[in-house]
C-alpha cells in the first residue's frame, strides 16, 4: 500500500546528559515513529573491539576490524534492541569500559562510513515508513542531512552531570562524572570526521530548566509545525491528556 504522507525523519543531536535518548523515544511512540539510538551502535562496535584484543587507541587496527561485527539495531521506540553478532549487548554496552573507549573508536573513518551507511538504510527501511527519530551526534549535519526536523539538545554541564550520575545510581561522584563528560564532549566536537555539531538549520533547545514531559510536547510541536499531517497520534495523546 502506498503511503500517501512523506516519511518523517527527525534528528536529534546533542552531547551526552542532555535528554536525547529519553526525549527521541517518547517523541517517537508518541508520534508512531521508528526509533534509532546511534550511539549504542557506535559502543556496540566498541564493545565488539575490546572483546575480540583490538587496541581501541590505535586507529589503524580498529579500521582493519571495522567491517567484521555484525550490529543489528531493533527500532521499536518501546523496545529498541541491539545485538552484535547475534548476542544482545544492550547491557554491557554502558559499562565505563565502553563508554571510556567509545569516543576513540568513534572518530575512526571507517567505523563511522559502515555505522552511517547502517543508519541510513534504516531510515529508509520499509518499518520506516511512517518515519523515524534518529538520535546522535552528526544526524542533523551528516546522516541525513534532508531530515523533516532538527533538534539540538543542550544542558548546562552540571544538569547532564547531575542527570548522568543519577543514572549511574551514585557509583561516580558527580565532579567524576562532569570531567568525564567535558572530556568525551571535547574528543566527540574535536574530531576531524563528523563531530557533534548544530547543523545550521536545527532549532536548539535547552534543556537545563526543563522536565522531560516539557522537551518532549516541544519537539512534538516543532514536528507538527512542519508537517500537521504526519502526527495524528500527537493529536490523539492531547485529546486525552488533561490540561
Ligand atoms: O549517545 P551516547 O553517549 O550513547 O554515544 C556514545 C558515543 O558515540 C559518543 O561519545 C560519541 C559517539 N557517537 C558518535 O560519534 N556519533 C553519533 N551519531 C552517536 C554517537
Redesign the pocket.
Same mark, same amino acid.
Given at each position: 500500500m502506498e503511503n500517501p504522507v512523506e516519511p518523517v525523519i527527525v534528528a536529534i =543531536?546533542g552531547p551526552?546528559g542532555t535528554g536525547?535518548?529519553s526525549t527521541s523515544r517518547a517523541v517517537a511512540a508518541r508520534l508512531g515513529l521508528s526509533y534509532l =539510538?546511534? @550511539?549504542?551502535?557506535? +559502543?556496540a562496535i566498541t564493545w565488539w573491539m575490546l572483546g575480540n584484543g583490538v587496541a581501541v587507541d590505535d586507529p589503524v587496527a580498529v579500521a582493519d576490524q571495522a567491517g567484521k561485527p555484525v550490529i543489528v539495531s531493533g527500532t521499536d521506540p518501546g523496545a529498541p534492541t541491539i545485538t552484535v553478532d547475534g548476542v544482545d549487548v544492550s547491557v554491557p554496552i554502558r559499562s565505563q569500559e565502553v563508554?571510556a573507549a567509545?569516543?576513540a573508536v568513534?572518530?575512526v573513518p571507517e567505523v !563511522?562510513a559502515r555505522?552511517v551507511e547502517m543508519?541510513r538504510a534504516a531510515a529508509a527501511a520499509p518499518s520506516a515508513a511512517a518515519g523515524i527519530v534518529v538520535? @546522535?551526534? =552528526?544526524?542533523g549535519t551528516t546522516?541525513l542531512p534532508d531530515a523533516t526536523v532538527k533538534v539540538f539538545l543542550t544542558a548546562s554541564a552540571e544538569a547532564r552531570a547531575a542527570r548522568r550520575s543519577v543514572e549511574l545510581k551514585g557509583a561516580v561522584t558527580v565532579a567524576d562524572t562532569q570531567a568525564a563528560l567535558i572530556r +568525551?564532549d571535547a574528543? =566527540?566536537s574535536g !574530531?576531524k570526521t563528523?563531530p557533534?555539531a548544530k547543523a545550521a538549520d536545527a532549532i536548539e533547545v535547552d534543556t537545563t530548566e526543563l522536565n522531560l514531559e516539557q522537551v518532549v510536547e516541544h519537539v512534538v510541536a516543532l514536528v507538527r509545525e512542519k508537517q500537521p499531517a504526519a502526527a495524528p497520534a500527537a493529536a490523539a495523546v492531547e485529546e486525552t491528556t488533561p490540561r
Amino acid at each position: 500500500m502506498e503511503n500517501p504522507v512523506e516519511p518523517v525523519i527527525v534528528a536529534i =543531536d546533542g552531547p551526552s546528559g542532555t535528554g536525547k535518548s529519553s526525549t527521541s523515544r517518547a517523541v517517537a511512540a508518541r508520534l508512531g515513529l521508528s526509533y534509532l =539510538d546511534t @550511539g549504542a551502535m557506535y +559502543r556496540a562496535i566498541t564493545w565488539w573491539m575490546l572483546g575480540n584484543g583490538v587496541a581501541v587507541d590505535d586507529p589503524v587496527a580498529v579500521a582493519d576490524q571495522a567491517g567484521k561485527p555484525v550490529i543489528v539495531s531493533g527500532t521499536d521506540p518501546g523496545a529498541p534492541t541491539i545485538t552484535v553478532d547475534g548476542v544482545d549487548v544492550s547491557v554491557p554496552i554502558r559499562s565505563q569500559e565502553v563508554t571510556a573507549a567509545v569516543s576513540a573508536v568513534s572518530a575512526v573513518p571507517e567505523v !563511522r562510513a559502515r555505522l552511517v551507511e547502517m543508519q541510513r538504510a534504516a531510515a529508509a527501511a520499509p518499518s520506516a515508513a511512517a518515519g523515524i527519530v534518529v538520535e @546522535g551526534r =552528526d544526524i542533523g549535519t551528516t546522516v541525513l542531512p534532508d531530515a523533516t526536523v532538527k533538534v539540538f539538545l543542550t544542558a548546562s554541564a552540571e544538569a547532564r552531570a547531575a542527570r548522568r550520575s543519577v543514572e549511574l545510581k551514585g557509583a561516580v561522584t558527580v565532579a567524576d562524572t562532569q570531567a568525564a563528560l567535558i572530556r +568525551r564532549d571535547a574528543a =566527540d566536537s574535536g !574530531r576531524k570526521t563528523s563531530p557533534l555539531a548544530k547543523a545550521a538549520d536545527a532549532i536548539e533547545v535547552d534543556t537545563t530548566e526543563l522536565n522531560l514531559e516539557q522537551v518532549v510536547e516541544h519537539v512534538v510541536a516543532l514536528v507538527r509545525e512542519k508537517q500537521p499531517a504526519a502526527a495524528p497520534a500527537a493529536a490523539a495523546v492531547e485529546e486525552t491528556t488533561p490540561r
